[in-house]
């Protein structure tokens, strides 16, 4: 890899892409949010990783997978494409890379609850391989592999209470997320091989208490964002291994969803903010301190305002320095990219921000 390419660009976006006819409002705006999104945001990244990029009963899929290649993604990994026989549609996760995809895998979750059913949600894995020089060919040996993973989870419909049974879902798919790791990292990575999990986990990890409730009666971004939640506590233990007390769900709750191997995550958003910042139902605030939903034309009114922290970019990668090639990776850059929309029928990509992230590499 040469100085015209020290780096790798990544961009996750829940693209609420759904299937035709579904929608939460006037129109969803589906293809001309596609049009933009591949004209204007696609091109600024090397490795792109989508959740709600549904291939069933549309083309949409197919002509986002076009048009990357057109751009220089030549490679990809998706969801299985399901058909009516099936009962489901497909997870709608895709992985878009520049940089050649060499081994992949994918879990579909257990099965979700109320409209989660329908769609196979579960995970996708790809393993990159970085090139010491950009003109290298496929075949030649990597200077380092980056390992990508992306999910998609069980959401929750109405107010989140740890105790509800499409919490306790979504913690046993991240459990399953977990088992998913522990086979895949001991047979694919090399020591010094970075790990990034990204998407849509429906975790809040925003606590949602007011830190000065006397003074400030809304609840602000950065200021109200710092303390965890229990939920958004539990998934990392969960995604680490370490498990969670079972009484965390309920009384009747036996299951700690603890794995057989324990495999350190970074909140990255969090570590490098200081705070769970806002990726789905943002607020503003006028000048007369009254509170306003950021986005009106796809989100549903339930969801205006409710600034959760859902969407992530989690880095693993502890042994950074036995790289056997003298190539260390390290994250530059991690922040929230809201993914606005100037002059469109619609204000923003999608009803989630997106996540991007930088990996920079150093060859010895």
């Known amino acids: 890899m040469t100085a015209d390419q020290p780096q790798l660009r990544i961009l996750t976006q829940n693209m ?54 057109k751009l220089g993604f030549n490679y990809y990994v998706a969801s299985e494409r399901q058909f009516l026989w099936n009962v489901a549609i497909d997870g709608g996760l895709v992985i878009l890379s520049r ?18 059913w329908i769609p196979k949600k579960g995970a996708l894995y790809a393993k990159l391989a970085i090139h010491a020089q950009s003109n290298q060919k496929v075949g030649e040996e990597a200077a380092t592999h980056v390992h990508i993973l992306t999910t998609h989870t069980q959401a929750s419909y109405g107010e989140v209470i740890i105790t509800q049974p499409d919490v306790k879902r979504r913690l046993a798919q991240l459990h399953e997320f977990h088992n998913f790791l522990e086979r895949l990292l001991p047979k694919h990575r090399a020591p010094g091989e970075p790990v990034l999990l990204t998407g849509d986990f429906n975790v809040d990890s925003r606590s949602h208490v007011l830190s000065d409730p006397t003074n400030i009666k809304y609840e602000r971004e950065v200021e109200d964002g710092v303390q965890t939640s229990d939920e958004g506590a539990a998934m990392m233990a969960i995604l680490e291994g370490h498990g969670i007390d079972p009484k965390l769900l309920g009384p009747e709750n036996q299951d700690s969803f603890k794995g057989d191997a324990i495999i350190e995550f970074h909140d990255s958003l969090k570590e490098r903010l200081g705070y769970h910042p806002v990726t789905f139902g943002n607020t503003i605030v006028d000048e007369q301190g009254s509170v306003h939903p950021r986005e009106t034309v796809l989100t549903t009114r339930h969801d205006n305002e409710v600034m959760h922290s859902i969407d992530y970019v989690l880095w693993h990668n502890p042994d950074n320095t036995q790289q056997k090639n003298g190539v260390l990776a390290s994250l530059a850059d991690v922040g929230v990219t809201p993914n606005f929309t100037p002059d469109q029928e619609f204000t923003q990509i999608s009803d989630h921000y997106g996540v991007s992230a930088e990996v920079r590499f150093s060859f010895s």
Do not use: T
């Not at 050649?100 to 979750?109: F, K, L, R, T």
């Open 16 to 69: 609420f892409m759904r299937p035709p006819l579904i929608k939460n409002n006037k129109s969803d705006w589906k293809d001309a949010r596609l049009d933009y999104f591949i004209e204007h945001i696609l091109p600024n990244y090397d490795v792109v990783c989508l959740q709600e990029m549904f291939e069933f009963a549309s083309y949409r899929r197919s002509r986002l997978l076009e048009a990357a290649n």
């Open 99 to 116: 940089h050649p995809i060499v081994a992949s895998d994918s879990i579909e979750y257990q099965r979700g609850m109320g409209p989660d």
